[in-house]
């Protein structure tokens, strides 16, 4: 019998998974930036535990874990090609800049899922998500092609794996 997290052991482990990141990116080391470290963690920790562990079952985020490690270097490659679009739009002579904004659908059903989704096609140069409501997305696009790339579904897919795999 699997036996269900704790509210505490679900803060802990959030607290454990920001407080090295906090520090990595911080970069200082001394007692005062740790200590505001640890501070701001455990305050985000208290507030976001519920949205980083909204299911029951704990061995099912080791996988989401895995999998979202997985996905990141997908992702950078993505940004990289998405910055060369942007770069030789921007730079060509002809100035092919077709602004639009779009709306669809999605079959995410999480709100963390919809959360990395609309994140991921803001970090990815040429596209920025407006605004969610319910599972429709809006999204700005530079260009066309910006468009087009987003609606394959290649990306959903990928975010799809990680949750609902």
């Not at 490690?69 to 730079?91: C, D, G, M, R, T």
């Not at 995410?108 to 990815?124: C, E, F, M, R, V």
């Not at 599972?135 to 987003?150: K, T």
Request: glycine share 4%; proline share 4%.
């Amino acid at each position: 019998m699997k036996k269900k997290p704790t509210k505490t052991g679900k803060y802990i482990v959030t607290f454990l998974l920001l407080l090295p990141f906090w520090l990595l990116l911080s970069g200082h080391y001394d007692l005062f930036h740790v200590s505001i470290g640890v501070f701001c963690c455990a305050l985000v920790s208290f507030f976001s535990t519920d949205l980083l562990f909204s299911a029951a079952n704990i061995a099912s985020h080791h996988v989401v874990i895995w999998r979202f490690f997985l996905y990141i270097p997908w992702l950078i490659y993505q940004i990289v090609l998405a910055n060369i679009s942007v770069a030789k739009l921007v730079l060509s002579p002809k100035l092919k800049i077709e602004p639009q904004v779009f709306s669809f659908k999605t079959r995410l059903k999480t709100d963390l899922a919809k959360t990395t989704y609309g994140n991921s096609i803001t970090l990815t140069p040429g596209t920025i998500t407006l605004d969610v409501k319910d599972d429709e997305f809006y999204i700005h696009a530079l260009a066309g092609n910006f468009a087009d790339d987003l609606l394959t579904g290649e990306m959903e897919k990928r975010i799809n794996n990680i949750f609902q795999g």
